[in-house]
């Protein structure tokens, strides 16, 4: 399931569409994901379950939510929480049985009642780190970064990120912004993978900077 999601990421018309078209829809493609993904975590969760005496369940991802909902018949006086970690919710993050939706945007919140206009849903602040609202002014950031106090602030300095799973074809478009003069903050997330590429494409594009110095 997350090949075929990093597969779909590297092109983003084909994410988009089905995205829109399927997740968001609920159609065909949507249920026969839901009815096969969650049904492999109900197996294991179960067991843990059986192993301990939860006092709450908490699901942050949709597939984990569609799991939850499986076993609220054998589990009716646990509370299930689904924390939203979405910008927006599609249809596999709601399922009928879910104690309480935790959103962190008025937006996350809109989408989830499209699909439960009964749903019990709180919004609460972005689970970040506190340093995250005090942004420091740019020189001290670039500062922060360069380990020099020297910065020209004529260069345009570019933050380039594709989420948690580092996803997007990010490589190609950070050596063409570092190519037209900037300098590129490239975030790989949690692949190795892109993050290697990335280092590699720093590499080049400081080269090719000495060759034509």
């Known amino acids: 399931g997350e090949g075929v999601s990093r597969g779909m990421l590297q092109i983003a018309p084909v994410y988009a569409a089905v995205h829109v078209s399927q997740l968001r829809a609920g159609a065909a493609l949507a249920r026969a994901v839901e009815e096969a993904a969650p049904r492999r975590l109900v197996l294991r969760l179960r ?12 699901a942050v991802f949709a597939t984990g939510a569609g799991a939850l909902a499986r076993l609220r018949p054998e589990l009716p006086g646990v509370p299930m929480v689904v924390v939203c970690t979405d910008a927006s919710a599609h249809r596999l993050w709601v399922h009928p049985g879910i104690d309480r939706y935790l959103v962190f945007s008025d937006m996350a919140a809109g989408t989830v009642r499209q699909y439960q206009p009964n749903a019990d849903v709180v ?10 609202y005090r942004a420091p002014p740019r020189h001290q950031a670039r500062q ?4 020099s106090a020297a ?14 799973w580092g996803g997007a074809a990010l490589e190609p478009l950070a050596t063409a912004l570092a190519g037209a003069g900037c300098k590129v903050l490239a975030v790989a997330g949690h692949s190795q993978t892109l993050q290697r590429r990335l280092q590699h494409a720093a590499g080049a594009v400081a080269g090719d900077r000495d060759a034509a110095g």
């Open 47 to 58: 067991q843990q379950v059986q192993a301990s005496t939860p006092g709450l369940l908490v």
């Open 123 to 132: 919004r609460i602040a972005p689970a970040v780190r506190s340093a995250f």
């Open 144 to 147: 922060a970064l360069t380990g």
């Open 151 to 164: 910065s020209d602030d004529a260069v345009p300095w570019v933050l380039v990120s594709a989420g948690g």
